[in-house]
Each structure stands twice: as structure tokens, then as C-alpha cells.
């Protein structure tokens, strides 16, 4: 079939099926994946696993956008407002979910790489249910703010976590020797000069942007940046999700006179890449294996919410935060969707070349984490609408 017939096929019927799920109260990105499974390899079969390979560039590109729209929220006044009791509820609340699931999954699989990964996964939250539910609450107080911030300075602690625990675990299977050069100064390099390309590119955007007059040329502009950002972060085995996000930040701190209606411009573009990134992620869901994935996605899910709960706790009594924090916070960090989807495909990718263990483990990441998608984005919701509106800070129709 016509690669241009599949996209539009991709586009039409994943924006059918995400408007549905929205009309029910479900977050439509779960509308795209529900529709990929129908159309996919569970399904219709129109999209097989040959045809998902040849679109990676398609998945590459879209996970650079999602760095990079995750960075347009990391303002300078953001960090000033933080003060560290958000630092270290982030930093609690990242680590509780990273070593709880990482300890739950090794006790059932008896196998610290496989460990190892889901821990790391386990960390990244979703902020746009989330916030979705605040905008809608119309939620003002500490409780909220919180939230906010939280949602925004997740992801990058979760991809510094996920780049420590992919590099050990690629050492357990490859049988390599460990040593403080690979499990600490190689990520570290690599978040380094990830950071480094996306501050970069950045700059170069942003003094671009500024001599430019016609705001038609912004489009381009900025698509061009986050390709050669990402392809020079594939060619280099950078992270693309933290260059692309070090991009966002760096242009929106820069404050540029049009960079809100740039940011707009992008954001009204990302909608349809979206729609395909998703799809072909449901596509390569098999139904068939959650009979044999169901014990580790249902521990993967009990861990991870223990350890986001208890983590925000900790962090919060340690801080000494607000009350309401301390009682509520955890609630509102449990969804995960585009991160920890694009994360679980960056997996399936990069152990693809350590045999079969690393296929194997490619495989049931996939599958485990777009199960437990379904489940988190139908619970994360409802549960931080419930806790800003225990904290009180939803106002009373009157």
C-alpha cells in the first residue's frame, strides 16, 4: 500500500478514534493507541513490524518534539519560584518510583537489567492529563503550583535516571565489565553533550529567529533546528529527547520578542506527528501477550504508584511542605504516557543489537508499558482532580 495512503489512513483514523475517547472522558492519546492496536499487528494488520522499522525516522522526529515542547515550560522564573522543597520532592519522588519498581520487577523476574529498565520508565510522568484536569478545575494554591512544577522538572530527572540504568543494564547483558567509566562518566558524557547540542542549537535558533520579519519563516525555522538537532543527536548516540528539550529551554528563556507565538505555531503543528507517533506505538501492541506480561504489569503499576506516593510523602515531611502537599501531591504524578511510550520505544531500539535477551527485553517493555498506559491514564486523572479538590483549592460554583 502507498506510504502516503497509510499516513493519511494513520491521521484519519487515530483523529476519529482520539475525539471519541475524549467525548467518554478518556484522554485521547489512548484513542490513538486503542486505534494503532485495531489497525495493527493485534488488528487489521496494516501496519506490521517491516513497515513500523521504515517510519523510525517519523517516531525519532516525534520524540524530538515532545523534548522539545517538555522544555518550553522550564522557565527561569519557574526555578525561582521552586525554592528546594519542589527540588526535593522531585528528587524523592523520582528516586521512590526508580528503586520501589526496580526491587518489585527483580523479585518476579530474578533479572536486574530487565529491573533495572522498568525502574526507570517508572519515573517519567505525563503532564498533559494533568494538567489538563488543573486548567479545567480552574485549582489555584500551594497545592496546585506544585503540581505544576512538578510536572514540568519530571521528565528531566527521569531521563537522567533512564540514561544511568540503560547503560548498566546494556553492561549486564553484554556480559561486559563493569567500571565507573561506563556506568557513570559514559551517561554522563552523553547527558552532557546532550545538553551541550540543545543549548547550542538553541542559541543559534533564537539569534536566527530574532533578524527574521516574516513570522511565516518561523515554521521552518524551528522545524529545521529540532531535525538537525536530533539528527546530530542520532549520529553521535546522543539523547534526542534531552537535546530537543535543552532547545525548547534555552529559547524560552531567551525571551525572544515572538517566541510565545512561535511556541504557538509549533504547538498547533505538533497535533497530526502526534497522532502518527501514537498510533504506530498502539500498532505494534500485542494483545496476545498480556496474558503472559499481566502479573509484571499489574506489579510494574502497584510499584510505581507506591513509590510515587511514598516518595512525594517523604520528600514533602522532609521539606517540611505544606500539609496539603504532603497528603495529596502523590495523587496527582501518576499519569504516563509520551515520555515513558517514547522511552520504551528508545529501548526496543537500542538493545535490539544485544541478542536476543536484549530483543526479548525490547519486546516485553513495549508491550508492558502500553498496557499499563491504558490503566495510568485512565486512574491519573480522576485521582488529581480528587486531590486538588480535597486540598480545596477548586472554587465552589455558586
Known sequence: MDILLILGIIIAAGLGSGKFFQKIRFPQVVGFIVIGAVIGRSGFGLLNAELFESMSPINSFALGLIGFMVGRELTFSVFKQLGKTIFTILCFEVLGAFFLVTLVIWLITQKLYIALVFGALATAT??????DVLWECKAKGVLTTTIFSLVALDDVLALLVYAFAVSYAKALISSSTLSVMKVLFVPLFEIGASMILGVAC???????AERIKDEKQYLPLMLATIMISIGIANHFHLSLILSCMMLGMTLVNLRLSRSQHAFKVMEDFTGP???IFFVLIGSQFQINTLPSMGLLGLAYIGARMAGKIAGTRLGATVSQADPAVRKYVGLALFSQAGVAIGLALAVDHEFSYLGTQGE?????VINVIMATTFVV???????VKYAVTKAGEVPTRG
Open 126 to 131: 505525563a503532564p498533559a492529563a494533568t494538567v
Open 202 to 208: 538553541g542559541f543559534i535558533l533564537g539569534w536566527v
Open 273 to 275: 506527528v502526534y497522532i
Open 360 to 364: 526479548e527485553l525490547g519486546s516485553m
Open 377 to 383: 491514564q485512565l486512574i491519573g486523572p480522576p485521582c
